[in-house]
């Protein structure tokens, strides 16, 4: 029988049995801390798969409220082209 823990894996699909049981076989008996996303590495992610439309579908994928997606896009810096208007130059 699966602990709790490995039962929560498979069911959502992330790893399947025979994956668990060989983790289990090699690891059995460690304790393993996974840590989770954030930082850059979150942000990063956000960031590539943002494509202007998907803010609350990422708020849902990483656990995070609708306004810390927006937080996190707004930090992203887009080059933009400043005019000079004294030489009409672009």
């Not at 798969?49 to 810096?77: C, F, H, M, P």
Request: hydrophobic share 40%; charged share 25%; net charge neutral.
């Amino acid at each position: 029988m699966l602990s709790r823990d490995m039962q929560m894996l498979v069911d959502a699909g992330i790893v399947d049995i025979e994956k668990v049981l060989e983790m289990m076989r090699c690891f059995g008996g460690l304790n393993i801390h996974i840590p989770t996303l954030s930082g850059d590495i979150l942000q990063s992610l956000i960031i590539d798969e943002y494509d202007g439309t998907n803010v609350k579908q990422l708020a849902i994928k990483y656990r995070r409220s609708e306004r810390t997606i927006y937080a996190i896009l707004s930090r992203k810096v887009k080059p933009c082209k400043q005019l000079d208007t004294f030489n009409g130059e672009s």
